[in-house]
């Protein structure tokens, strides 16, 4: 966060130099770069930061952590070696998450709109309010303690990750009752929601009921808060309340609006495959009819779905038993793809899982059966300890290309993926967080000291007592866990 001032001060440098100069080669059209503008309206830094949100959750490193949760299959080049946990998590990798997060585009941006626009604007400010929230709330998830109270100044000092997680309920309190409210000038432009208040506000409901989740687990136990778990039940009455909400980004066919996962496969080709993981887990969930959402069938004489094993792009079973090739990505034939960052799925699946850890069998197995209903899906009778798998697997599936499966898989150890080929032997674990920015350490000496191994945060780590931890049914190992400090 230095990095800013520095280069507003060395932009002031030879401004103070010139000041004594004759001023004859100054005005409108000499003096002033129309491609280096020093200032910027409300409107122009809002359409900045909805590009840059686009940007943040369609982009590396986030893409990182869907491809540990194996929703990705890393299988050559760097993401080969990133699929087997061996790089990726360094500080250097945290670098443009962190810079987007609080500079352009991000945290700066949005407080300056804030600042700048009236007060009685309630309806933008409640907007704002729920980006801040998703960028910071993202951040604890992330980096466990981070900058926010005194976020933007020169040396910040770093919150713990539940204080960051309380300011953000209290920040979508504000935006909520703002939204509510109403009135003022709108955003000139809104990629989003197209300055809809009732679906920001759905918005802001389901991400508090995200965060609420993220952070129910009582630090060093298994347990989770009733009164924490009760909140997201009450928030998820209010979430986004159908797939039309879905907060999803905005792209065509057009060069530069284009699916960033799209332009990553034709500059990449082959880096990321179709996981096993995730195509498997449709299949078994019995939506089959979504795969061609996602997925382009093998070449071959079986013509199906198949993925690729964690950390290679060649799945023995696939290839013997079926003499059929892996699946490649749909969005290769559709650059317009859009995947939402927050759903109707997510809210439906943070409210069947709050049901269940309360007692509410019964109302759970309703809440999942009836957002399959919503995708066509017959419904499920599972059985007792299967319930939160179903739920979680629902969940899963319906979030490619998102980081919350691996959020998930970090608290609950689901899906209890297998270790991929070519596993770091060192550090055979999923990495559960990254290192606080390299710029950040440089330059802040109140960066606190980085634990080594990447373990969880504090919201998320496992009782002392428990020596290995468990998959969902409290017995089965965790895989991918075992080793992680």
């Not at 700066?108 to 804030?114: G, K, M, P, S, V």
């Not at 981070?146 to 919150?159: C, E, G, H, N, R």
């Not at 066509?376 to 919350?404: C, Q, V």
Request: a negative charge; glycine letters at 8%; proline letters at 7%.
């Amino acid at each position: 966060m230095m990095k800013t001032k520095k280069i507003a001060l060395a932009a002031l440098v030879p401004v103070m130099l010139l000041a004594a100069c004759t001023d004859f080669l100054k005005g409108p059209g000499i003096s002033t770069n129309p491609n280096q503008p020093t200032t910027a309206t409300p409107d122009q830094l809002w359409v900045g930061v909805e590009v840059a949100v686009m940007a943040q959750y369609e982009n590396y490193p986030l893409m990182l952590f869907m491809t540990w949760a194996q929703g990705l299959a890393g299988s050559n080049r760097q993401w080969q070696t990133y699929g087997s946990y061996n790089g990726g998590t360094t500080s250097g990798t945290a670098n443009g998450a962190w810079d987007q997060t609080y500079g352009p585009g991000g945290l700066r941006d949005l407080r300056q709109i804030r600042a700048t626009i009236p007060g009685t604007d309630l309806t933008w400010i409640g907007e704002a309010q729920v980006l801040e929230a998703l960028y910071m709330g993202t951040a604890a998830d992330i980096w466990g303690s981070v900058p926010y109270s005194d976020a933007l100044t020169a040396q910040p000092t770093f919150d713990s990750q539940s204080t960051v997680y309380s300011h953000v309920q209290s920040l979508l309190d504000s935006a909520i009752t703002n939204l509510r409210t109403g009135g003022g000038t709108l955003p000139i432009a809104d990629f989003f929601y197209n300055n809809n208040a009732t679906q920001w506000k759905q918005l802001a409901y389901t991400l508090k009921a995200r965060f609420l989740m993220h952070n129910a687990k009582t630090p060093g136990d298994t347990t989770y808060s009733v009164s924490t778990l009760n909140a997201v039940l009450s928030a998820t009455d209010s979430g986004i309340a159908s797939a039309a909400g879905d907060f999803k980004p905005l792209h065509n066919n057009q060069p530069g609006q284009q699916n960033l996962f799209y332009s990553f496969q034709f500059s990449r080709a082959g880096d990321v495959e179709p996981a096993a993981t995730h195509i498997n887990l449709v299949k078994a969930a019995g939506e089959s009819s979504m795969l061609p959402t996602y997925y382009i069938p093998g070449v071959g004489a079986g013509g199906s779905y198949f993925g690729a094993a964690a950390g290679s792009n060649v799945d023995p079973y696939d290839l013997i038993l079926n003499q059929d090739s892996i699946a490649t990505f749909e969005v290769t034939n559709d650059p317009s793809a859009e995947w939402p960052f927050v759903s109707y799925a997510e809210n439906q699946m943070l409210r069947a899982e709050a049901q269940y850890r309360t007692g509410a069998t019964a109302a759970a197995i309703t809440t999942l059966n009836a957002y399959r209903a919503t995708v066509g899906a017959s419904a499920l009778a599972p059985t007792t300890w299967h319930i939160l798998e179903d739920i979680l697997r629902e969940k899963f599936i319906h979030e490619f290309y998102n980081m919350e499966p691996w959020n998930d898989y970090v608290r609950t150890c689901y899906p209890n993926i297998p270790q991929p080929i070519g596993v770091n032997p060192t550090a055979n674990y999923v990495p559960a967080r990254l290192p606080v920015a390299d710029d950040e350490q440089q330059s802040n000496p109140n960066v606190p000291a980085q634990p080594a191994g990447n373990p969880p945060n504090p919201n998320f780590t496992y009782p002392a007592s428990l020596a290995k931890r468990t998959a969902i049914d409290g017995t089965t190992a965790c895989i991918g866990q075992q080793t992680s400090p």
